[in-house]
């Protein structure tokens, strides 16, 4: 590295390592500050160029930058621009297998590396921390840093993991970044990493080429309303967003009936047809994508013509960020609303669904510490076993590590998926007897299954009374040397109990608290969108204003052109029929298990899916009550079961 001062070098090294003439607004300023050794949070919309902020200071800096972020897909991207740049830069992730991990962890050791990606789950193995503790860390770099904010919209657990991390490996500075944060959120993520109010560093949100729009709507019109906005303007490609998996297939059917090349896109397709569609949409000039919110993360496409939300965001972030993606090169392009007050039924049972019951959580907490100090925990066992949604018991999980009751280990793989490439007959015979035997009963525990063998390792553990560990390494050796393919399954977590006397009936109340405190919030987002869409003032500004910006009236909105302000009409909810609460009190009559308690029953009826109604949805009885809120439905549980 030569003399020159950081700030002289970075800015030469934009030109000759990068390729770029000059710095975008804000990347200088988040440069020069890392280089001072402050932490920075920088909020510029996406596609604004924050990596910059992190890869160039990586170069300046001696010791390794770490980067952590949440998508594995932009991840590969980044190391593969990075890479042709010549700048040593690599992922630690679950995807490697045991030679290119080996690898990756020689360059960190040795000095070499100077970037490394992580996703925040790798965060729970102590043996990579163990990794991270041994090297110079100049750098930490948190992409889509408003997950840490647990009031935020988006709120990952893993992430609250990060701020005692730095402190822990004493790492010297931190870059946040994002591209929605209020102001609240703001402040949270400052708060985590000690960053001063002057190293916030934000730039424009406004995007003068984005004209806004807002359109009341009822549930028979929609449809109608969307095929007008399309025919009536440009052909150019363009997504409609969908809250529900169901919507989106009706709607392309919809829209390709009355001819236009429209597509689905939602996670319940199966991988190769979601490729397909985006890959088509990536090369169309005329394309429409109808998809749920699953779509849109990997997208730069930068011609984007329209987007059209068919449902209502569940957050104004979220809005922020889908109407985002239009018109990147800087054309213009429309963003449409279609504003139906039905739609925040939808979205509040969605919050609901995931309000654990306390009861619940106090079976947890009972199970946890009551049993052994190690314990390898499944989350989907978890999760079906008490009845909390998936990513809740990961959230739950969280919170006792936080709060030094466990503390995590690490990973480890409960079953494995084994496919042999040839008869056993073919490789048993290179090893010697002993191993052989040995094999022979491994392979013996492999369970059948369509193209795999299964073998649950700590079962096949226990019957053959052999080390877990000698099971798994005799699974790589096989795989290791082509006899067979090997795929992890089940992976539990480890934790470490370190409270076990603490008193679980107190804990589970607080910790209820905090769920119910996260509902308010979640269901209070929902009704701030639904305010912004139906506002009669400049929608541009409203937008800006949520996230802390100041300007004057766009001009250019559908409220700044004299459309009228999108009141949706109400909802008309009508008190339930008898003929539907004789069916609720038959319900309640059959007493299923699964419905014990009036807020499980309220879910049920409301055709709020938790794990353990699961295998109940086809009861007539489930989602009777679809279309009214849910407070409605709780107080009616509840009076009826208390009869
Ligand atoms: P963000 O993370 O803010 O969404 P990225 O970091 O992915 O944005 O950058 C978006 C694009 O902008 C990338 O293709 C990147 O190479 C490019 N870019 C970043 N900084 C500059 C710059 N100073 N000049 C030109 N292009 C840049
Ligand atoms: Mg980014």
Redesign the pocket.
């Known amino acids: 590295m030569t003399s020159a001062p950081p700030e002289r070098s970075a800015r030469a090294m ?1 030109g000759s390592v ?1 390729g ?5 607004p804000g ?1 200088a300023e988040a440069v020069q500050r890392l280089l001072e050794g402050r932490s920075v949070l920088a909020v ?10 992190y ?1 160039l200071p990586a170069l300046c800096l001696s010791g390794v930058t770490v980067v952590i972020s949440p998508l594995i897909a ?1 991840m590969k ?2 190391i593969d ?1 990075l890479t042709a740049k010549g700048v040593a830069a690599a992922r630690y992730d679950s995807t490697l297998d045991a030679d290119q991990a080996r690898s990756v962890l020689d360059g960190l050791r040795g000095g070499r590396l100077k970037l490394l990606y992580i996703s925040p789950e790798r965060l729970a193995n102590e043996r990579f921390l163990q990794h991270l503790r041994s090297v110079k860390i100049s750098l930490l770099a948190v ?1 889509e840093a408003h997950c840490i904010s647990e009031w935020g919209h988006n709120f990952r657990p893993d992430y609250l993991k990060i701020a005692d991390l730095v402190r822990d490996l004493g790492i010297p500075r931190v870059l946040a ?1 994002t ?1 929605t944060a209020d102001p609240a959120t703001a402040q949270d993520i400052a708060r985590a990493f000690a960053i001063a109010p002057e190293d916030v560093v934000r730039t424009g949100f406004h995007r003068p080429n984005l004209e806004l729009r807002a359109t009341a709507v009822t549930p028979g019109s929609r449809r109608r309303t969307l095929l007008d906005r399309l025919a009536s303007r440009p052909r150019g490609p363009a997504i409609v967003y969908v809250t529900l998996q169901k919507t989106a297939e009706t709607v392309a059917e919809y829209l390709n009936r009355n001819g236009f090349q429209a597509r689905a896109y939602h996670a319940g397709m199966e991988n190769e047809d979601r490729d397909a569609v985006q890959d088509a949409f990536m090369a169309s000039k005329d394309m429409i994508v109808v998809a749920t919110i699953a779509f849109g993360m990997g997208v ?1 496409k930068a011609d984007i013509r329209a987007v059209y939300h068919y449902n209502l965001p569940k957050c104004v972030e979220s809005y922020a960020q889908e109407i985002g993606r239009a018109g990147r090169d800087g054309a213009p392009a429309v963003c449409e609303l279609l504003v139906c007050r039905q739609d925040t039924v939808t979205l509040e049972n969605f919050v609901l669904g995931d309000t654990p019951d306390e009861g619940s959580i106090a079976a947890v907490l009972d199970e946890i510490l009551g049993g052994e100090a190690q314990q390898d925990i499944s989350t989907y066992d978890l999760s079906n076993r008490h009845d909390i949604r998936p990513l809740v018991v990961r959230t739950l999980l969280t919170y006792l590590e936080l709060a030094g009751v466990l503390r995590s280990v690490g990973h480890v793989y409960s079953s494995y998926l084994v496919e042999p490439l040839k008869p056993s007959a073919e490789f048993l015979p290179l090893f010697d007897p002993q191993r052989q035997d040995f094999l022979r009963r491994v392979l013996a525990r492999l369970v059948k299954r369509r193209k795999y063998f299964v073998i649950d390792v700590d079962e096949a553990a226990q019957a053959l009374e052999e080390p877990r560990e000698r099971i798994v390494s005799a699974l790589d050796y096989l795989h290791a040397q082509g006899h067979v393919t090997l795929k992890t399954s089940g992976v539990k977590q480890r934790f470490r109990v370190l409270a076990p006397d603490r008193d679980s009936s107190a804990l589970a109340a607080e910790l209820a608290r905090r769920f119910n405190q996260r509902e308010t919030r979640d269901v209070e987002r929902v009704g701030r969108m639904l305010a912004l869409a139906a506002t009669s003032g400049c929608l541009t500004r409203e937008l800006a204003g949520h996230f802390g910006e100041e300007m004057g009236d766009c001009g250019h909105c559908g409220p700044c052109l004299g459309d009228a302000p999108a009141h949706p009409a109400p909802l008309g909810v009508r008190r339930p029929k008898t003929q539907a609460l004789e069916r609720v009190a038959a319900l309640i009559g059959e007493r299923l298990p699964q419905l014990g308690t009036p807020r499980r029953m309220a879910k049920f009826l409301c055709g709020i899916s938790s794990p353990a109604t699961s295998r109940l949805k086809g009861h007539e009885a489930f989602g009777l009550f679809e279309r009214v809120p849910f407070t409605m439905v709780l107080e009616l549980a509840r009076r009826e079961m208390e009869r």
């Not at 770029?20 to 975008?24: A, E, K, L, Y």
């Open positions: 934009l990068f770029f003439p000059g710095f975008r990347q510029f919309p996406t596609g604004a160029g924050k990596s910059l902020c890869q932009l991207d980044q621009f992409d970044l591209a730069d």
